[in-house]
């Protein structure tokens, strides 16, 4: 299975050092994903399958990574963050042994401006007119 | 597309209501409103940024007559302007229907395109933001103001600042910002960090005051480049910064807190200026015994310095974040836990603003 970004104008995601940030601008949520996870996302974005890097990613651990890659690909869709698609050209994607050991992959997230937005809302209009927004 | 020209009988006759979509009506709208004040020959002050010039036009009533004390130092005359804002206060038919209708609440509504960037701001009476981008042409309308809240005083036109982004190519972000000679550093973090103390300490020990709640980030290397002498420093650290607080103006309590409004130019002993980024910081009190700093991912740096300004400025969210993202490469960040003594931070921050 092949994973894209979900929307390019919506989700942002950045490589800091070792580090992957990702931003979702529609929920206000940042999430930081590191070793495998950050592996596992860089593969994705590489055009990878989720098969080929559970595959690739094997050697550096004895569990049952390709139950724990898929489910952390569930788990990035359901924050709408990616989305399914057919297989595309894939980029290069040499991923490094994770220095302290495997590790499931996991991510962090924050909720900074999600919390901001809750208490400033702000809506995106477009050309066809301002929003309709229904009072909470 | 309709063009809408800047001044002349014809835009001024066109009825901005029959325009098809919303980007058109606010084209029509400000190209109206540039006409009328072009005819009245209402006398345009420019204000100097960097290389970006903007003039304002304002036919200011009794509500906005401060609207651009907080930046009036800016000033410059006989120099190439590169966008034109005029200022609307009260009731204005060519601008009508571009307010939200009512049913959109208290909530903030943007449109933020290529060829313009549109926003409504409910608060405070409400303030439309309305820039034509391909033009330079602005107007910020006050539809019912009585009088400016706090904060609009404090940052005026700082929306039309983001709005005017692709030809200024510099970005208002929501951070405080402090120099010592050529180099400074830059203050991030959510309301209540403890950007606004930080900064004063460092004014009132001799540091150029660069910016409070907004600042202009741009070029490489990075700068900030001051936009307002305004600082709100809240009521718990009165008693902290007393040098600071006989540069208040008024005491506001309209933010739901009480404020000390601040015109940094009044401290005798205070410069006003830019500078070069040395440093990111970010305050964490985290009621350390002494002076606690600390290396600081560049991620959480970003993420402390974006969460506010994509909230307080929005629009354009994408590319804002990417701007800051680029902006803080190669930045050295740091947390501060500034202990107990407030004092005591401007010398520990001394080689941070200097790079080491």
Known sequence: ?136 | MTQVTPAGPMSSRRDCGTQDGLTELIQCAIGRVHDQQARSGTPIADFRFGDFVLGVRAQLGRAIAELTTMFDHHRVRDTPRTALLDIIDGPDAALAPLQPSPRTGRDRVVLSTAAVYCLWDPEGGGKLTAVDREKCLGVVWYPAATALPSWEKARPLIHAFKALFPASRLMPVHGAAVALGEHGILIAGGGGAGKTTMALACVEAGWRYVGDDGVLIGGAPLRAFNLFRSARLREDMFTRLPHSLTATYTISTDSGEVKAELDVGRLPSAAIGDAIVSAIVVPRRMGSPGIVIAPLRQSVALRELSATTLVALPGDTSESYEFMAHALRGVQCFSVDPGPVLGAVPAALERLAAGG
């Open chain 1, 1 to 136: 299975m092949h994973f894209i970004l979900a929307d390019p104008n919506r989700i942002s995601a950045r490589a800091f050092d070792d580090e992957i940030v990702i931003a979702n601008f529609d929920t206000g949520l940042y999430y930081s994903l590191m070793g495998s996870a950050a592996a596992v996302w860089t593969g994705l974005m590489a055009g990878i399958s989720v098969a080929v890097i559970a595959e690739t990613l094997g050697p550096y651990q004895s569990e049952d990574v390709a139950g724990a890659v898929a489910s952390f690909a569930a788990r990035l869709e359901t924050e709408g963050l990616i989305k399914p698609s057919e297989p595309y050209a894939t980029g290069v994607w040499e991923p490094k042994a994770p220095a302290d050991g495997w590790r499931a992959p996991e991510f962090e997230s924050f909720s900074d401006m999600q919390e901001l937005l809750l208490l400033d809302p702000v809506h995106d209009a477009s050309d066809a007119g301002w929003p309709y927004v229904v009072a909470p």
